[in-house]
């Protein structure tokens, strides 16, 4: 069976930071890209950030500079590290697992993060 179980998640004040992190269990981790996608209220999931098996990431233009992602795969964990975050970061942040051109596909259950003082 294979769970993505995402922990981090919190209230944060602006220019704050959060580390989030994704522990994975039931599939060969090492050979996923994983990805941290966000949706707030009223808007539609985006990708945020993702690290393919190979190590190369990417990041959505809004992020860039303050959110870092990163992996283990001795812990078949995934992290995301995100600083001077915004009141417009706030939203429910979900990991992601795929393989092979999406044929495998697996998500978290979401971890809200809200950014507000």
């Known amino acids: 069976q294979v769970q993505l179980v995402e922990s981090g998640g919190g209230l944060v004040q602006p220019g704050g930071s959060l580390r989030l992190s994704c522990a994975a269990s039931?599939?060969?981790?090492?050979?996923?890209?994983m990805g941290w996608y966000r949706q707030a209220p009223g808007k539609q999931r985006e990708l945020v950030a993702a690290?393919?098996?190979?190590?190369?990431?990417n990041y959505v233009d809004s992020v860039k500079g303050r959110f870092t992602i990163s992996r283990d795969n001795a812990k078949n964990t995934v992290y995301l590290q995100m600083n001077r975050l915004k009141p417009e970061d706030t939203a429910v942040y979900y990991c992601?697992?795929?393989?092979?051109?999406?044929?495998?596909?697996?998500w978290g259950q979401g971890t809200q993060v809200t950014v507000s003082s």
């Open positions: 992601n697992a795929e393989a092979i051109l999406g044929r495998y596909q697996f």
């Open positions: 039931g599939i060969i981790f090492r050979i996923y890209t």
């Open positions: 690290i393919t098996s190979g190590d190369s990431t």
